[in-house]
């Protein structure tokens, strides 16, 4: 087990380009989630995945972005068109349906988005 | 919202025990205390949890009122590495997709 991986760890773009992060789960972990975290505030939930169904999305996602997890197994989020406001730390996390963990979330190092 | 208070930040010496509070006066009765916490750039991590007992694992206890309006985390030896953002969340158990909603955290700040 090797915990949940995130990819780039950091990515610098420029106001209106598109990126787009990946995150990897615990294996077999049925639950997916994404949360953004700006400086000084805690993390901010953005949206969930129960497998590749995607069950909830935060207000706060925007038009702009969009999360997928085709296969039920890792997800990416996109953010089309970047606003230096979308600069961000942007957490994965994942947790079982049930087990012992069931209700602990097991985050990854996050993405650190700046936009310029 | 979050539905936790918590005091901003908090000194501890290395090795004596840090006790983190948190007020949730609008808890309702199928809600849990939760406490994560966040190291230096990396993901929060998850200490523990608990109803209305204490609680105790590993790495923490969780001390809850007996009317669940406020509750303490204590870590009985602090040591350096323990120093952190440490959140103090209130959810219910088994929701329906269980998201964190997290406040801004007690900065806990152990002393060598």
């Known amino acids: 087990d090797t915990g949940v991986s995130q990819d780039p760890r950091h990515k610098i773009t420029k106001r209106g380009q598109n990126v787009t992060f990946r995150c990897d789960p615990i294996?077999?972990?049925?639950?997916l989630y994404w949360y953004r975290q700006t400086l000084g505030q805690g993390p901010e939930f953005l949206t969930y995945f129960q497998n590749e169904a995607q069950l909830e999305k935060s207000r706060l996602l925007s038009d702009r972005f969009s999360a997928e997890r085709p296969k039920g197994s890792f997800s990416t989020l996109e953010i089309q068109r970047t606003e230096q406001g979308d600069s961000a730390m942007y957490l994965c996390?994942?947790?079982?349906?049930?087990?012992?963990?069931?209700?602990?979330?097991?985050f990854g190092p996050g993405t650190r988005l700046t936009v310029l | 919202d979050a539905k936790t208070t918590q005091p901003t930040s908090m000194d501890c010496a290395e090795g004596r025990a840090a006790n983190l509070p948190c007020n949730h006066s609008t808890i309702s009765g199928n809600e849990y205390v939760y406490w994560y916490r966040q190291i230096h750039s990396q993901g929060p991590q998850y200490i523990i949890h608990g109803l209305k007992n204490n609680e105790t694992n590993e790495m923490a206890s969780l001390i809850i009122t007996e009317d669940r309006k406020s509750s303490t985390l204590i870590l009985p030896h602090a040591t350096l590495r323990d120093t952190a953002v440490y959140y103090c969340?209130?959810?219910?158990?088994?929701?329906?997709?269980?998201?964190?909603?997290f406040g801004t955290g007690t900065l806990l700040a152990v002393q060598p």
């Open positions: 996390a994942s947790s079982p349906l049930s087990g012992v963990s069931y209700n602990e979330q097991f």
């Open positions: 294996s077999e972990h049925n639950r």
């Open positions: 969340i209130v959810r219910p158990y088994g929701g329906a997709t269980n998201k964190l909603i």
